[in-house]
């Protein structure tokens, strides 16, 4: 199964993307933001970083490079696509995902191992939790605060398409503390936090096991792989 | 050169972190202000007058792309000749 990882100019996160598709046993694919062709990926990963140098709004010009055309003609089709904190500000600049990233409340880039709770289970990138379960991966932004109006809030809450929720501290002012989304397909997910820096035992974050060991982020990837070789 | 303005501001009702830290640091310097929002002016340059076209082209980047309609809001687009 091949998982493209996107690389807009200032992307930072494509390599442990790309990293995280390889450990969950899948194939990672290099797909350049000018390039409208996606090589014939079964899903694709919009990873973090600082795309176009958070210019205009952050995700804003990445929503507009040829690469994202195809993702979004092809995201409506059912293509798995998961974007992971700037990755997430281009979902919603493309109009994939509802709603706003703003600079967080406290004005602070905040980096810090955060808890969530699994809100949804039924999506291509979720499968592999339980519902409810609480999971540790890391955060780092400086916008992060999710916002939208009311009745966009109320839909999300409805329809079930809070996927993440912050668990015991609310990072970034974000509205009904929501961490992650979904489309109501399911195939689109995105949120703020970053499973793919916690893949591998040594480097994830500390558990009560031991340090470092933390390897929630993992199922984020064998989920989407699962759900491929389902499909 | 002959330009449009476009003009954009966070929602009135929405957090606006960047005008609340600047607010604050305006009072403590002693300005009776209450509240400071932080928008955004942008120029387009024409090489030529633009026209009732380019306003109208200009009008839909503000709101597609140049704009958030989820955070902010286009408060104007005029020609400054």
Same mark, same amino acid.
């Given at each position: 199964?091949?998982? +493209?990882?996107?690389?807009?100019?200032?992307?930072?996160?494509?390599?442990?993307?790309?990293?995280?598709?390889?450990?969950? +046993?899948?194939?990672?694919?290099?797909?350049?933001?000018?390039?409208?062709?996606?090589?014939?990926?079964?899903?694709?990963?919009?990873?973090?970083?600082?795309?176009?140098?958070?210019?205009?709004?952050?995700?804003?010009?990445?929503?507009?490079?040829?690469?994202?055309?195809?993702?979004?003609?092809?995201?409506?089709?059912?293509? $798995?696509?998961?974007?992971?904190?700037?990755?997430?500000?281009?979902?919603?600049?493309?109009?994939?995902? $509802?709603?706003?990233?703003?600079?967080?409340?406290?004005?602070?880039?905040?980096?810090?191992?955060?808890?969530?709770?699994?809100?949804?289970?039924?999506?291509?990138?979720?499968?592999?939790?339980?519902?409810?379960?609480?999971?540790?991966?890391?955060?780092?932004?400086?916008?992060?605060?999710?916002?939208?109006?009311?009745?966009?809030?109320?839909?999300?809450?409805?329809?079930?398409?809070?996927?993440?929720?912050?668990?015991?501290?609310? $990072?970034?002012?974000?509205?009904?503390?929501?961490?992650?989304?979904?489309?109501?397909?399911?195939?689109?997910? +995105?949120?703020?936090?970053?499973?793919?820096?916690?893949?591998?035992?040594?480097?994830?974050?500390?558990?009560?096991?031991?340090?470092?060991?933390?390897?929630?982020?993992?199922?984020?990837?064998?989920?989407?792989?699962?759900?491929?070789?389902?499909? | 050169?002959?330009?449009?303005?476009?003009?954009?501001?966070?929602?009135?009702?929405?957090?606006?972190?960047?005008?609340?830290?600047?607010?604050?640091?305006?009072?403590?310097?002693?300005?009776?202000?209450?509240?400071?929002?932080?928008?955004?002016?942008?120029?387009?340059?024409?090489?030529?007058?633009?026209?009732?076209?380019?306003?109208?082209?200009?009008?839909?980047?503000?709101?597609?792309?140049?704009?958030?309609?989820?955070?902010?809001?286009?408060?104007?687009?005029?020609?400054?000749?």
């Amino acid at each position: 199964m091949k998982i +493209g990882v996107v690389t807009f100019p200032g992307t930072l996160d494509d390599r442990d993307a790309a990293r995280a598709v390889r450990i969950a +046993g899948g194939e990672a694919v290099s797909l350049w933001h000018a390039d409208t062709n996606l090589h014939d990926v079964d899903a694709v990963v919009l990873p973090g970083g600082f795309s176009y140098g958070d210019y205009l709004r952050c995700g804003a010009i990445a929503a507009q490079a040829p690469v994202m055309q195809t993702i979004i003609e092809k995201a409506n089709e059912g293509l $798995p696509v998961l974007g992971i904190c700037n990755g997430f500000q281009v979902l919603v600049e493309s109009h994939l995902l $509802p709603g706003g990233l703003i600079r967080n409340e406290h004005q602070h880039f905040i980096c810090r191992d955060q808890k969530l709770i699994v809100e949804n289970v039924d999506t291509a990138w979720t499968s592999e939790f339980t519902l409810g379960q609480e999971i540790t991966i890391p955060l780092k932004n400086g916008e992060g605060g999710y916002i939208a109006d009311q009745e966009t809030l109320k839909r999300l809450e409805g329809e079930n398409l809070i996927t993440f929720r912050y668990s015991e501290v609310n $990072p970034n002012g974000s509205m009904n503390n929501i961490a992650g989304l979904r489309n109501a397909r399911g195939n689109v997910v +995105g949120l703020m936090p970053h499973p793919e820096h916690a893949v591998e035992p040594g480097f994830g974050p500390d558990t009560s096991v031991a340090m470092r060991s933390g390897v929630d982020g993992l199922k984020f990837f064998t989920s989407v792989l699962k759900s491929l070789v389902e499909a | 050169m002959p330009k449009i303005i476009v003009e954009v501001m966070p929602k009135a009702d929405l957090l606006d972190p960047q005008g609340k830290a600047v607010g604050n640091s305006l009072k403590r310097a002693g300005h009776s202000v209450a509240t400071v929002r932080i928008g955004k002016r942008i120029e387009l340059h024409y090489d030529h007058t633009p026209t009732e076209a380019d306003l109208e082209a200009a009008k839909q980047a503000a709101a597609d792309f140049l704009s958030n309609g989820v955070i902010e809001d286009v408060v104007n687009v005029t020609v400054e000749a």
